[in-house]
């Protein structure tokens, strides 16, 4: 079939397996340019099918010369329907690692659930025997408890009070306003239970009772501040909450599995064009004029370049892993810069639908937006017919 993309909500409702073969190489064909790193060798990354998880795998591997394996949720493709991005992109980067010797797999599941733990524990015995990197990077809105099979749902609303602001549909690249009423206790903690670190434990937990988890493993979570702009919505936030919840759990890890000399961090990362992102009301026009100032100073990073700062300068580098006093890595830090800051909420106030390219990268967010998903990816014939793999 001829493949477009199919744009809802700022969601992108198909995948282009051609495409998403192709950025994969675009990914890998930069982390190539990149000086190598003594970095870990065996690594599990829970939710490695995009964004930061798949570019934590790639990355190991390149440039560190690590095996992976990847557990991920994904719908396989059929031969009249695509499958989701995540489907190429895993197996499209299990071959390329293969190809380098290295070993690659990924299992297709429900990370939450016990059985996917065991089968997960099961792979590492057969790959590599235990893993010395556990990446944690998983953005659902479902969770079933695997002990009571009670379902959570995320809700991503505002805490205390209602909040109205501007935002932007990228592709149309129409202004928008967005009143957002404030969550309720029940929906706090449900949002919790999904995005929180509970089962980030539970994951260390059972690779540690199982054996496989080494002596000195590191693991490492992702989490985001941002601004002041996206605090109502984000930080201050239900998400806000789980994620001061996933921050706390990087000190339960090292607590409860100090006799092993586990490390355990949480990373707060840069604002990227992600699935996740683009559905969070006020970020896509954040994300927008970000990319404008970023760009200008020469700072501007996608997934792949900063999860190589991540790992090479901070992660793997000779000295000690420099954090916050909170204890998280702080790779936002170009972000976050008050020069940057500065120029963004200057911006901010300036902006409106007829300035909108004098003030704004949307084309830049646009790229990147549908290259994720396998389009607007250079050298791709998007007129040729293509089999969805199904």
């Known amino acids: 079939m001829i493949i477009k993309p199919m744009i809802r909500s700022n969601l992108c409702m198909n995948a282009h397996p051609t495409g998403s073969a192709a950025w994969v190489d675009e990914q890998i064909a930069w982390a190539e340019d990149q000086t190598s790193f003594d970095g870990p060798k065996r690594v599990l990354v829970i939710g490695g099918s995009g964004g930061y998880g798949l570019s934590s795998r790639l990355i190991a591997g390149i440039n560190a010369g690590a095996g992976s394996l990847n557990v991920a949720f994904e719908r396989p493709p059929t031969e009249k329907r695509?499958?989701?991005?995540?489907?190429?992109?895993?197996?499209?980067?299990?071959?390329?690692?293969?190809?380098?010797?290295?070993?690659?797999?990924?299992?297709?599941?429900?990370?939450?659930?016990?059985?996917?733990?065991?089968?997960?524990?099961?792979?590492?015995?057969?790959?590599?025997?235990?893993?010395?990197?556990?990446?944690?990077?998983?953005?659902?809105?479902?969770?079933?408890?695997?002990?009571?099979?009670?379902?959570?749902?995320?809700?991503?609303?505002?805490?205390?009070?209602?909040?109205?602001?501007?935002?932007?549909?990228?592709?149309?690249?129409?202004?928008?306003?967005?009143?957002i009423e404030p969550a309720n206790e029940d929906e706090i903690a449900q949002t919790v239970k999904v995005m929180g670190g509970e089962d980030w434990l539970l994951w260390i937990a059972a690779l540690s009772e199982a054996g496989v988890l080494e002596q000195g493993a590191v693991t490492t979570a992702y989490s985001y501040i941002g601004p002041q702009i996206t605090y109502p919505v984000y930080r201050h936030g239900t998400i806000g909450r789980a994620k001061d919840h996933l921050e706390a759990t990087a000190g339960e890890i090292e607590g409860r599995f100090a006799s092993m000399g586990v490390r355990a961090y949480v990373s707060v990362n840069k604002a990227v064009v992600t699935r996740a992102s683009a559905v969070i009301p006020v970020v896509p026009?954040?994300?927008?004029?970000?990319?404008?100032?970023?760009?200008?100073?020469?700072?501007?990073?996608?997934?792949?370049?900063?999860?190589?700062?991540?790992?090479?300068?901070?992660?793997?580098?000779d000295s000690a892993v420099p954090t916050d006093e909170s204890g998280r890595i702080r790779v936002d830090d170009w972000e976050m810069r008050d020069d940057i800051q500065e120029e963004v909420l200057k911006i901010w106030s300036l902006v409106n639908q007829d300035n909108l390219e004098q003030y704004t990268d949307l084309p830049g967010y646009r790229h990147e937006f549908l290259a994720i998903h396998g389009f607007d990816v250079a050298g791709v014939d998007y007129e040729a017919d293509v089999p969805t793999g199904g």
């Open 82 to 179: 695509t499958g989701t991005v995540g489907w190429y992109t895993s197996a499209h980067l299990d071959q390329r690692l293969t190809e380098r010797g290295l070993p690659a797999k990924t299992i297709m599941g429900d990370a939450f659930s016990m059985e996917i733990k065991k089968e997960a524990i099961a792979a590492i015995r057969d790959m590599f025997g235990t893993v010395d990197l556990v990446v944690y990077s998983l953005a659902s809105g479902v969770r079933s408890d695997p002990e009571t099979g009670e379902q959570y749902r995320s809700a991503l609303k505002p805490i205390g009070e209602s909040f109205s602001e501007r935002s932007i549909d990228p592709i149309e690249g129409q202004l928008t306003h967005v009143t």
């Open 285 to 317: 026009l954040y994300l927008a004029i970000l990319f404008k100032v970023m760009k200008r100073y020469g700072l501007h990073e996608d997934c792949t370049q900063q999860m190589y700062r991540l790992f090479s300068d901070r992660l793997y580098a």
